[in-house]
């Protein structure tokens, strides 16, 4: 069965830096995968979604890359600010026709001002 | 829109009772997904329905509990009996697969405690 594996350690960072975050999957290669961000008390909230035939995609300061050679996706936050500061969860397909999703177990960003 | 509505926010109860959740979609929305959360297993399909009948029930974790979806605007999730290891942050989700990427709409959640 599919595995996503995300660093269970929390990403420390300073204000300005850029935040890299990865998402790693054992099993097929899903259609598309997904990046969420959830604030503590609160649902997680659609970030950005790259297809299987996408390297990379941008919203303003958010990149996402995706390796189906590597099994692995990268989230990039530039410019970080404390404000970017939550738990980022991927989030593939099931890759049988359904619209299901398996979510990673996330990993928690601090931004420092 | 007002987004995805669920209630109750939190939920406290003891061990034995029964547990109903709410849920009421985005209205237009064709898919619901209920999902649970906790801390050792993350975030969980329990199940999902499509256009009120439920598609896959698979990730339910046993009879106690159970789902119903009677119009497109609500939804139930619920427990009976309770027991402790049910604690946990349930969620409701809706997406609309005609829409341009197939992203889904969670709610605030239901913190449940079973004691």
């Known amino acids: 069965s599919q595995k996503i594996e995300q660093n269970s350690e929390a990403l420390n960072i300073q204000e300005g830096k850029t935040a890299t975050l990865t998402c790693n999957y054992t099993?097929?290669?899903?259609?598309?995968l997904q990046w969420y961000r959830q604030d503590p008390g609160r649902g997680p909230v659609f970030l950005l979604l790259?297809?299987?035939?996408?390297k990379e995609k941008r919203k303003e300061r958010l990149k996402v890359t995706f390796d189906t050679t590597l099994k692995q996706s990268l989230f990039h936050i530039t410019a970080s600010q404390p404000a970017d500061s939550a738990t980022y969860l991927c989030a593939l397909d099931m890759m049988d026709s359904s619209y299901k999703l398996i979510f990673g177990s996330g990993t928690r960003l601090l931004v420092r001002p | 829109d007002a987004g995805v509505i669920q209630s109750p926010r939190h939920e406290v109860t003891e061990m034995g009772q029964e547990v109903t959740l709410r849920c009421k979609p985005i209205?237009?929305?064709?898919?619901l997904f209920w999902y649970r959360q906790t801390m050792m297993r993350g975030l969980e399909l329990l199940i999902y329905f499509n256009n009120n009948v439920p598609i896959d029930d698979s990730g339910m974790p046993e009879d106690r509990f159970s789902a119903k979806m009677p119009n497109a605007s609500f939804s139930t999730l619920k427990i009976q009996p309770s027991e402790p290891r049910d604690s946990a942050v349930y969620f409701c989700?809706?997406?609309?697969?005609?829409?341009?990427?197939?992203?889904?709409?969670f709610g605030p959640g239901t913190r449940l405690l079973v004691l």
């Open positions: 790259i297809r299987e035939n996408e």
């Open positions: 989700a809706s997406s609309w697969v005609g829409g341009p990427e197939e992203t889904q709409y």
């Open positions: 209205s237009g929305h064709d898919y």
């Open positions: 099993n097929y290669s899903p259609a598309y």
